[in-house]
């Protein structure tokens, strides 16, 4: 099992969550980070971390974020990793509450 990001990092990309991680499976990209699932050790310790509750465990993931799995899956093998926390954007609180975000990531 892995852990899955969701849209709600979607233009927040807070990085609380990459400290905790003892395997640095987190990856970086332009507005958003993913999990790799292969590198991912099920250690629960990013859930918590995520201001904005964007982290599910695989078998908790809503039946509306599905489609997080197969792209976290796929931009982990793309996007850099990223392995220490960095400031968060300066628009992130503009778009905390703002849902149906998939729009406006980038790859």
């Known amino acids: ?14 990085t609380d969550c990459v400290e905790v ?7 970086e ?5 993913v999990i790799d699932p292969d ?6 310790l990013c859930e ?3 201001p904005v509750e964007a982290i599910y465990s695989e078998d908790e993931l809503p039946d509306d ?6 792209l976290n899956e796929e931009l982990s093998q793309k996007w ?6 960095k400031d968060a954007p300066e ?6 509450e703002v849902k149906e975000k998939l729009q406006y990531l980038e790859r």
């Open 80 to 85: 850099p990793v990223i392995a220490e926390m």
């Open 39 to 44: 590198e991912c050790i099920d250690c629960t």
């Open 1 to 14: 099992m892995t852990f899955v990001v969701t849209e709600s990092c979607i233009k927040c990309k807070l």
């Open 29 to 33: 990209g332009p507005n958003m980070l």
């Open 21 to 27: 991680c003892p395997v640095d499976c987190f990856h």
């Open 91 to 96: 628009d992130e609180n503009e778009w905390r």
């Open 65 to 70: 974020q599905q489609q997080f799995l197969a």
């Open 48 to 50: 918590p971390e995520c």
